[in-house]
């Protein structure tokens, strides 16, 4: 089985600012892909990065990037230049198979203040 | 139109009564996906399929049942609802194109049974 951690409930930073998201995921599997999914107040799904754990780049998208730690087991986002529109309910999520099925973490509400 | 769609948006609904959570996807995506989502849990998979005559149970799957009814629709059922299934109810789909996948996930249903 595969889960998805996320100790951080809330966080909270300051416009421009850098924040970062931690995620931990525990699976037996060689092959498998982490994701990042943002959640709006409109509820919507939003992806915003992936890693494919089989390259060792960090995945970059903008001013999202990832830390990709395969040995620790640690996925963590880090957020550069804040803005009040990143203000959401941030998803960790793993997938370990062929049928698709995406394993989530718990989330963590992350919130910027102008 | 959004490419995949749940309705209805919002339901308030009784102890005890039969509700069905529709969805529909105008992509052609064959994998289609039921999950839920609570505060502090993330979210869980309920039901997947992948045609028409493969239907699969998640990790959370009692209490629920699924048709597919086309590719493109897949409704979620709670026969007799209970308090405790009140919760943000999301479809999706997963796509795989050579290299290239993804998913698609609509604007969720939240369900309160009172």
């Known amino acids: 089985a595969q889960t998805v951690t996320q100790s951080q409930p809330e966080m909270s930073v300051q416009e421009a600012e850098t924040v970062t998201l931690s995620c931990t995921y525990d699976?037996?599997?060689?092959?498998?892909?982490l994701f990042w999914y943002k959640q709006p107040p409109s509820r919507q799904m939003i992806l915003v990065i992936r890693?494919?754990?089989?390259?060792?780049q960090n995945a970059t998208e903008n001013r999202f990037s990832v830390n990709f730690q395969k040995a620790a087991k640690s996925f963590s986002l880090k957020i550069s230049d804040s803005q009040l529109g990143d203000t959401a309910m941030y998803f960790c999520?793993?997938?370990?198979?062929?049928?698709?099925?995406?394993?989530f973490g718990q989330g963590t509400i992350l919130t910027v203040h102008p | 139109d959004a490419d995949v769609t749940q309705t209805p948006r919002n339901r308030i609904t009784k102890t005890g009564k039969r509700i069905m959570l529709e969805c529909s996807q105008t992509k052609g995506h064959d994998r289609m996906y039921w999950y839920r989502q609570d505060p502090g849990l993330g979210l869980r998979l309920i039901y997947y399929s992948f045609d028409v005559k493969d239907i699969n149970k998640g990790e959370i799957s009692d209490g629920y049942s699924v048709s597919r009814q086309a590719q493109a629709k897949f409704s979620l059922s709670l026969e007799s609802a209970i308090p405790n299934q009140t919760a943000l109810y999301f479809c999706?789909?997963?796509?795989?194109?050579?290299?290239?996948?993804?998913?698609?996930f609509g604007s969720g249903t939240r369900l309160t049974v009172v």
């Open positions: 699976t037996s599997e060689s092959n498998y892909y």
């Open positions: 999520a793993g997938l370990k198979d062929s049928y698709g099925k995406l394993t």
């Open positions: 890693q494919e754990a089989y390259k060792q």
């Open positions: 999706a789909t997963h796509w795989i194109t050579g290299p290239n996948y993804g998913y698609t």
